[in-house]
T-cell receptor, first 113, second 112 residues
Framework: DQQVKQNSPSLSVQEGRISILNCDYT??????FLWYKKYPAEGPTFLIS?????DKNEDGRFTVFLNKSAKHLSLHIVPSQPGDSAVYFC????????????FGTGTRLTVIP | KAGVTQTPRYLIKTRGQQVTLSCSPI?????VSWYQQTPGQGLQFLFE???????NKGNFPGRFSGRQFSNSRSEMNVSTLELGDSALYLC???????????FGNGTRLTVT
């Protein structure tokens, strides 16, 4: 049972425009959310996170929004750059330890120059 | 500081064989976790080790096992390989349970 879902397997965006990656979760106990970015032949790297006590967290071109009532979070990348082309995974946790971290299936972002 | 190192990068095995994958965590990190990544399934948690003890285990059959050594290096073993075991196996280390995971580049296992 997939507790974290990324329903769009892929997304293409023009360079300079906004990229919006979406993630839905089913477990209302999740209280911390993360986004990881993965290039081919490399492991995922931590990008940005948000606690459930916030609804927005910003880091440079990356902003994560959390809508707890809808159990939905999104990652906005503005402006999108070709180097942002990668697979993005969202993850959620309700506790500590890797066993409590649940990943989505990923969205492949392609930024077209 | 060196990142998480996984060896080998690629492996090809046949059904029924067994395989051992290795992971060296970031220096100072005592927690090591293993994940399986397959298309359409995201990252599935296999197990987590901390100070040589398996702290948590995911929903995988007993053919999947692991261990951690005193220097925090970890190995994962899969016995009696099946075609469905073909995947990217990722190792991640963290300073503690509250810290973000740092992933290695993975071992791509192909079972034929």
């Amino acid at each position: 049972d997939q507790q974290v879902k990324q329903n769009s397997p892929s997304l293409s965006v023009q360079e300079g425009r906004i990229s919006i990656l979406n993630c839905d979760y089913t477990n209302s106990m999740f209280d911390y959310f993360l986004w990881y970015k993965k290039y081919p032949a490399e492991g995922p790297t931590f990008l940005i996170s948000i606690s459930s006590i916030k609804d927005k967290n910003e880091d440079g071109r990356f902003t994560v929004f959390l809508n707890k009532s809808a159990k939905h979070l999104s990652l906005h990348i503005v402006p999108s750059q070709p180097g942002d082309s990668a697979v993005y995974f969202c993850a959620a946790t309700s506790g500590t330890g890797a066993n409590n971290l649940f990943f989505g299936t990923g969205t492949r972002l392609t930024v077209i120059p | 500081k060196a990142g998480v190192t996984q060896t080998p990068r690629y492996l090809i095995k046949t059904r029924g064989q067994q395989v051992t994958l290795s992971c060296s965590p970031i220096s100072g990190h005592r927690s090591v976790s293993w994940y399986q990544q397959t298309p359409g399934q995201g990252l599935q948690f296999l197990f987590e080790y901390f100070s040589e003890t398996q702290r948590n285990k995911g929903n995988f059959p007993g053919r999947f096992s692991g261990r951690q050594f005193s220097n925090s290096r970890s190995e994962m073993n899969v016995s009696t390989l099946e075609l469905g075991d073909s995947a990217l196996y990722l190792c991640a280390s963290s300073l503690d349970s509250h810290s973000p995971l740092h992933f290695g580049n993975g071992t791509r296992l192909t079972v034929t």
